[in-house]
């Protein structure tokens, strides 16, 4: 039971991508509930925070981002969006997504990967 995330890819600098993660049909029930984040990890780096989104739709950012991404959520398709504009070579990492704080970690997927090129 994984969270899979998707769209990722090659795009130059000052591009834009959309990347998406579905939750498991099991948890269905209760995923409206959840403050969901989007997570991304460089070669080398630790895995870091970088958007999140509550259940009633309030949304934050690292600073790193702030401006450029957008965090979005469709609770009936169980699933969170991250659009990203005006890329950056520092942005490549593979990107995925989970829970956040205080709700308990779902099981990580293989994310997707995102590169860009400068």
């Known amino acids: 039971v994984q969270l899979q995330a998707s769209g990722g890819g090659l795009v130059q600098a000052g591009g834009s991508m959309k990347v998406s993660c579905r939750a498991p049909?099991?948890?269905?029930?209760?995923?409206?509930?959840?403050?969901m984040g989007w997570y991304r990890q460089a070669p080398g780096k630790q895995r870091e925070l970088v958007a999140t989104?509550?259940?009633?739709?309030?949304?934050n950012y690292a600073d790193s981002v702030k401006g450029r991404f957008t965090i979005s959520r469709d609770n009936g398709k169980r699933t969170v969006y991250l659009q990203m504009n005006s890329l950056r070579p520092e942005d490549t990492a593979v990107h995925y997504c989970?829970?956040?704080?205080?709700?308990?970690?779902?099981?990580w997927g293989q994310g997707t990967q995102v590169t860009v090129s400068s």
């Open positions: 049909r099991s948890i269905f029930s209760v995923y409206s509930a959840y403050n």
């Open positions: 989104i509550t259940s009633s739709g309030s949304t």
């Open positions: 989970n829970t956040v704080l205080p709700f308990q970690s779902l099981s």
